[in-house]
């Protein structure tokens, strides 16, 4: 549905410093993909590229099949067939809530009973199918992006580009809208795009993430292998809780390899990467007992009572980890604990810990 082929985008001409470097991914139909990095990483320049609103450098777009942007040339913004929510939302001031998004359908000569009926559905994903006479200016910076989202929907274009679009929402409607979001997406059978720099809510919503850091994409997988499995370092530490520490490899055993690392000698499902070399272990897959292989003793330095989730610090020989419990079983400071590190668990990443 959407091809993106070596993508280059730069702001400043005179500089090297590329907004976008050597960027290529593919969005299968139907595919909920986000765009996820910290900031200035380069998501929403990505995002406008495809949408039209910049000009690349260099690099190949296509959309359904049809080259939007090559070296040949570029295709307008009105002839691309998407939809999209930016992160600085703007809906227009003397129309009510309901004639901004009926605004887009016009444009596309959807009127009457049809139109309608669109409207009210997109109103009503949005919770503010009660706002719909209002006029646009008297909402508050969340209602008007919840306007502008459902401006976007209304369209049920092939291709629906999100920058951000739950940003000005408290937790607890953002976590409402993502679901809401994702069920609609699912229902129209659009391809969506979305950029956050929320790694939870790239967790909760995609099929597949592509993780940026200063324009390149360094991974992409969908959400329980970036997440369980890895391959870098910055992807680790990004998404999600992690404890990372430096190793090398100490021996080859099968389907195991053994790392010497700063809590001594840990074994590890897999085989090693190439490169400089790093151990993964997220807090929530450390156990408070004895298994098999890799046990640790320790003793608890810090307790974070979370309620539900319980973080500890843990001072192991020659490191600090952090572990994960629940509030069903409490520990103390002070306590000796033993760790279990399962090796599955164990990851082995690429980078410097
Ligand atoms: N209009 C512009 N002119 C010059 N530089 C720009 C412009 N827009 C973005 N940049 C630069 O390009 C880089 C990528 O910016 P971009 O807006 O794509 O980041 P982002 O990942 O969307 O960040 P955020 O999460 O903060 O929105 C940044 O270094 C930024 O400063
Ligand atoms: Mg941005």
Known sequence: MLSIENLHKRYDKRADAF??????????????????????????????????????????????????FDARGSLPVAKRDIAMVFQSYAIWPH????????????????????????????????????????????????????????????????????????????????????????DLQRRIGTTAIYVTHDQEEAMALSDRVAVMRDGVVVELAPPRDLYLRPRTVFAARFVGQADVLPCTVAARDGALTWLDTPLGRIASAGAPPDGPLSLLIRPEHIAFDAGALNNLHGTITRVVFGGRIVEYLVAVAGAELRVQGTSATLRAEGEAVTLHLPPERCVMVQGEA
Do not use: H, Y
Request: proline share 4%.
């Open 19 to 68: 907004a976008v470097r050597a960027v290529s991914l593919d969005v299968r139909e139907g595919e909920f993909f986000t765009l996820l990095g910290p900031s200035g990483c380069g998501k929403t320049t990505t995002l406008r590229c495809v949408a039209g609103l910049e000009v690349p450098d260099s690099g190949t777009i296509r959309i359904a099949g049809q080259t939007v």
């Open 95 to 182: 129309m009510s809530v309901a004639e901004n998004v009926r605004f887009p359908l016009d444009a596309m000569g959807i009127t009457g009973a049809a139109a309608t009926r669109r409207v009210e559905r997109a109103l009503e994903m949005v919770g503010l199918a009660a706002f719909r006479d209002r006029p646009a200016p008297m909402l508050s910076g969340g209602q008007q992006q919840r306007v502008a989202l459902a401006r976007a929907v209304v369209k049920e274009a092939k291709l629906l580009l999100l920058d951000e679009p739950l940003s000005n929402l408290d937790a607890r409607l953002r976590d409402q809208m993502r679901v809401e979001l994702r």
